[in-house]
């Protein structure tokens, strides 16, 4: 099914008609299931996911614990990965060690009938790092993206995937279905034409500011050369 999964995000996500947007801050929303076409678990998200045995370096690694006891709310957690304040985590979810200061910080938490929390956190590294160095990060289980040919296609197909989990939501990217650019007005308005009283007005305010003088045209010479009036 985890196979099945991927593959449909693929082959909807992965081509030209989605666009992959990377956020200049993260952004915060709550995803209900009933705002979900196809909603997710947690297991399933986790299965189409990969361990981190074998894979030399990264540039995502998820930090992920299920069903924590004691944590407090979903929304308090959401807010410190917003305000990228990892240092207020809970106790039971918070990181081994504290990530780097470029890093960005993202994360889905949901919340289980007893109370408990499901959090996925995200660490989303500036440049590739060993993969040895980022597990020194993670508190709970580690997991990575899966693994396709295209990496502009991957990306895309992950963040879907993402966007079918409930819960609250902090992230650093979005897919989007593309719009094709109209042109724009301002490029319309671009080309300057006008009307001729408004020429003459600067025209005139150019006269009596410039160093040297034009001489005032009419509205029937306008299209005539200036001369300079060296009077």
């Known amino acids: 099914m985890a196979a099945d999964l991927v593959d449909e995000a693929m082959r909807t996500y992965g081509g030209k008609g989605w666009h992959f947007e990377t956020l200049a801050l993260p952004r915060g929303s709550v995803m209900l ?3 979900i076409e196809h909603p997710l678990t947690m297991t399933d998200f986790l299965n189409c996911c990969r361990e981190v045995d074998g894979v030399k370096s990264t540039i995502l690694i998820l930090d992920v614990h299920l ?7 979903a929304r308090d957690v959401a807010a410190a990965l917003q305000e990228q304040q990892v240092g207020s ?13 470029d890093a960005k910080i993202g994360g889905i938490i949901s919340e289980n009938p007893d109370g408990n929390l499901d959090v996925v956190k995200m660490i989303m590294f500036k440049d590739k790092v060993a993969s040895r160095d980022a597990l020194k990060l993670v508190s709970g289980s580690p997991y990575e993206p899966f693994s396709r040919p295209g990496p502009w296609a991957v990306k895309k197909a992950f963040q879907s995937l993402l966007d079918r ?38 025209i005139a305010f150019i006269n009596d500011n410039a160093p040297y003088r034009f001489l005032t045209p009419t509205k029937e010479s306008l299209l005539r050369p200036l001369c300079l009036n060296h009077a």
Request: net charge negative; proline share 16%.
């Open 67 to 73: 069903d924590v006891p004691n944590c407090g709310s």
């Open 165 to 202: 989990i409930p819960g609250h939501h902090v992230q650093w990217s979005t897919v989007t279905k593309w719009v094709k650019p109209t042109k724009s007005s301002s490029s319309a308005s671009s080309t300057w034409a006008p009307e001729k009283d408004e020429l003459m007005e600067g």
């Open 33 to 35: 299931p009933q705002d």
């Open 89 to 101: 985590l809970p106790p039971p979810v918070e990181f081994k060690e504290a990530p780097p200061s």
